[in-house]
């Protein structure tokens, strides 16, 4: 009980288009629109602002046969302990296309995060994002994204001025995207002007965690102590980076670019300028 401040589905699959999901609240799951049981819920050119809950702000899918598909919607200024805008339990499955992520927050206390988007409890969860903008999120760990599963894809999206740090702006990880077990594999994606008081600018992880990025751009993110772009260690991870540039980032600490411990390397077509670390 509890959850589904505005919509509650449980073994449905209603279709919402040109919808507006504005100020609802939930102690628990989904704010604005919750989905559970067998529900598969399509949203097309719908708002949803101003929504509250414990997990999922906007929207929660929490059962391992939900789904949630957007196409041109507006999630902004949304809130929750996890998942400013969405969050994913279970195996539940999120596709987001041409959505703009903007003004939420995941939680910026305790173990918070995920700004807009956290699918940080399973390794099965499937994403896809395709060109979707994340602007000005914030949580202590993933200012926009906190990741998990390794069936995640991010392509053509853009994230700027998202913060990873909690309220006192003293610490967090992962400007952009703080992962655990995997990162997402990333195309053509644009990181600008991400920060964070601790570790990695814009992506953070600390398990480990394999990770392949191709055609992505990385310009004027900074953290407060290391890893102006990446911070990836743990035990035998693997980084491939093809045709990726990276400008004017930088750290407090050490590596301007990115920090790399107990991490295999590769780089193609790769440009670094104008990358600093005091």
């Known amino acids: ?121 399973s390794d099965n969860n499937i994403v896809y994002l395709d060109g979707c903008q994340f602007l000005g999120n914030t949580a202590v760990g993933g200012g926009a994204i906190d990741h998990r599963s390794p069936n995640s894809y991010i392509v053509d999206c853009v994230f700027t001025g998202n913060v990873g740090s909690d309220e006192t702006g003293t610490s967090g990880s992962g400007g952009a995207i703080n992962a655990s077990t995997s990162l997402p594999t990333l195309v053509g994606c644009l990181f600008t002007d991400n920060s964070v008081p601790g570790q990695a600018g814009a992506i953070r992880s600390g398990f480990g965690a394999d990770a392949t990025m191709t055609g992505c751009t990385f310009q004027g993110n900074s953290a407060g102590t290391a890893g102006g772009v990446l911070h990836i260690t743990g035990s035998a991870a693997t980084l491939s980076m093809v045709n990726c540039t990276f400008i004017d980032n930088s750290s407090v600490t050490e590596a301007g670019a990115f920090y790399l411990s107990n991490t295999a390397l590769t780089l193609q077509g790769c440009n670094f300028s104008g990358n600093s670390s005091e």
């Open 1 to 121: 009980g509890r959850s589904g401040g505005g919509v509650y589905c449980d073994n449905g699959s209603p279709s919402l288009r040109r919808c507006t999901v504005i100020g609802n609240l939930s102690v628990s799951h989904g704010g604005g629109v919750f989905c559970g049981g067998i529900a598969n819920l399509p949203f097309a050119d719908c708002t949803f602002s101003g929504n509250d809950a414990f997990r999922g702000g906007a929207i929660s899918a929490v059962s391992n046969e939900s789904s949630a598909s957007l196409r041109n919607c507006l999630l902004t200024g949304n809130t929750a302990s996890d998942g400013g805008a969405i969050r994913l339990d279970g195996t539940a499955s999120l596709s987001a296309i041409s959505c703009e992520f903007s003004a939420n927050s995941g939680g910026l206390t305790g173990g918070g995060g995920g700004g807009a988007v956290d699918y940080s409890s």
